[in-house]
């Protein structure tokens, strides 16, 4: 099997890079030159890289159908962080850029689509997420995410192309971007430091990193996993309680500063996935506990603190 990942330096796709080795498959990734490839550093080697843009598909087209991928896993994203929400290269950055890559795609014999969306296309819901819940994003990212979705299910119908997508909610783990809040919080904890948090009532919804990946793989290989589907552990815990529990396994003196950092005007408080549609149609279930997984990822950025 031959699959196409995009976004495969990114964390998330790293790890989904590394399982599509782990089962043979044949895999090729789309990596922009100026990216710093070191989450899959040790397994360059087995990779087909196909230097590329999103936003500049013209210029790689001719390698992707050279490579004419059977599946494509399309997780690249400009403009992911909360900076970048309201950003105008949202659209311009991403929806033609994708639309690009499955014409291109479909041309050259791929049988299943796969992409990552985003909880922000239900824009401010707080609750239990189910598919079934009417989508108003309030961002243009999730404005965009969900443009994106809608369009590629239509031409997924037209070309006869299987299609899922994933609305994922959040993830962490070992090799995340230190501006998310939890590598935040263990980085800063481990130099010693105080961290400058909201006052902690969020309840949210996290899956370790392996356990996506290991979504994302499923649902590409079932024919029954087609269409839109939520990605999240399915249980939600309050930020408060994930912060003090990296504290506790770090050190357990070291003061936490919540209420630092008011809560945002559009604060969502209650953010957790219904994923039992996605188990149904998969027989995926998260493995990893998030007390398992906080206690991997804080024993990683212990080892790996001087990359950041």
Not at 24 to 38: E, H, K, M
Not at 226 to 236: D, H, I, M, Y
């Amino acid at each position: 099997m031959r699959c196409f990942v995009t976004g495969g330096t990114g964390h998330i796709g790293s790890y989904l890079v590394r399982l599509l080795l782990e089962q043979g498959y044949q895999v090729a990734a789309l990596i922009r030159p100026t990216s710093d490839p070191w989450r899959i550093k040790d397994v360059l080697n087995r990779l087909q890289i196909i230097p590329g843009d999103l936003a500049a598909m013209e210029e790689a087209a001719a390698s992707v159908r050279s490579f004419a991928p059977e599946m494509v896993f399309h997780l690249g994203w400009y403009g992911v962080g909360s900076s970048h929400r309201n950003d105008p290269a949202q659209v311009t950055q991403n929806l033609a850029g994708t639309l690009k890559l499955l014409q291109l795609a479909s041309e050259s014999g791929c049988q299943r689509w796969i992409c990552l969306g985003s909880q922000a296309e239900y824009g401010l819901c707080d609750g239990v997420l189910t598919e079934e819940l009417p989508v108003r994003p309030v961002t243009l990212y999730g404005a965009t995410k969900l443009s994106v979705g809608l369009l590629s299910q239509k031409l997924c119908e037209t070309y006869n192309v299987g299609f899922t997508w994933l609305r994922l909610l959040a993830t962490y783990g070992p090799m995340d971007d230190q501006q998310h809040m939890i590598p935040y919080v263990i980085l800063t904890l481990l130099r010693g430091q105080s961290p400058a948090l909201s006052p902690g009532e969020q309840r949210w919804d996290y899956l370790y990193v392996e356990d996506a990946a290991r979504a994302i793989w499923q649902a590409a290989t079932m024919p029954a996993a087609q269409g839109v589907f939520n990605l999240g552990s399915g249980e939600a815990a309050t930020v408060k309680s994930i912060v003090e529990r990296i504290r506790d396994m770090i050190d357990p003196s070291l003061m936490l500063d919540f209420g630092a950092v008011p809560y945002r005007p559009d604060q969502v408080m209650c953010l957790q996935a219904d994923i039992s549609r996605l188990q149904q149609a998969t027989g995926w279930a998260p493995q990893v506990s998030l007390d398992e997984g906080l206690k991997r990822t804080v024993e990683w950025y212990r080892e790996n603190c001087g990359r950041y």
